[in-house]
């Protein structure tokens, strides 16, 4: 059975500075996509990035990138240059892709706060 | 396009009461789902459909049933709802393929059994 680590409940990370988010998955299936979410206070969930297990790069969208290592079972979300606004829940999710479009697995999340 | 919406928004139940949370999307989604989010807990998956006229269960499924009779709806029930299911309750909707098939999310539903 796939299984989301995220082992950091919270985090504080001065304005403008770089973060890092650690998730660890666990899956033996070879072909699976790695996902990123924030939740704002307002409560919806809003895609950030994904990662496929085949992905020769690391996946980029904009200030967020996935640092992918495949060998430990890591995809960890950097954010660069963090703003205010960036305050918010982040989870980590797995899909497995031999079986088919199974549905999102979600790690526990991390609460990120930014200071000013 | 309204993406995924979830009616009704905040809903307050006595213990044994039976509701039924609708969801509906627009963007012609093969795939819905039914999550619970709980404190500390991420979310996690109640049901799913695979297309129009098919469920499965998820990961917590107990307490609940499901129901996909138009592709673009996915009706959650609860039938005697008890304080365990005080929860904020999402949908979402997928296309079919594989990979960097992002799940879209509603706004959530937040439910109070008391």
């Known amino acids: 059975a796939q299984k989301i680590t995220q082992t950091q409940p919270g985090m504080f990370v001065q304005e403008k500075e770089a973060v890092t988010l650690d998730c660890t998955y666990d899956t033996s299936d070879p072909s699976y996509g790695l996902f990123w979410y924030k939740q704002p206070s307002s409560g919806e969930m809003i895609f950030l990035i994904y990662?496929?297990?085949?992905?020769?790069q690391n996946a980029t969208e904009g200030r967020y990138s996935l640092n992918f290592q495949k060998a430990r079972k890591s995809a960890n979300l950097v954010i660069s240059a963090s703003q205010l606004g960036d305050s918010a829940m982040y989870f980590c999710a797995m899909r497995e892709i031999s079986s088919g479009n199974t549905p999102l697995v979600f790690g526990k999340g991390t609460r990120l706060s930014v200071i000013a | 396009n309204a993406g995924v919406t979830q009616t009704p928004k905040f809903r307050v139940l006595k213990t044994g009461q039976s509701m039924t949370l609708l969801c509906a999307q627009d963007?012609?989604?093969?795939?819905m789902y039914w999550y619970r989010q709980d404190p500390g807990m991420g979310l996690r998956l109640i049901h799913y459909?695979?297309?129009?006229?098919?469920?499965a269960k998820g990961e917590v499924p107990d307490g609940y049933n499901v129901s996909r009779l138009k592709k673009q709806n996915f009706l959650l029930g609860l039938e005697s709802a008890a304080p365990s299911q005080t929860s904020v309750y999402f949908c979402?909707?997928?296309?079919?393929?594989?990979?960097?098939?992002?799940?879209?999310f509603g706004p959530g539903t937040r439910l109070t059994v008391l």
């Open positions: 459909s695979v297309g129009e006229g098919t469920t």
């Open positions: 963007m012609n989604h093969e795939y």
């Open positions: 979402a909707s997928s296309s079919i393929g594989t990979g960097k098939n992002e799940q879209f």
């Open positions: 990662q496929g297990s085949y992905d020769q």
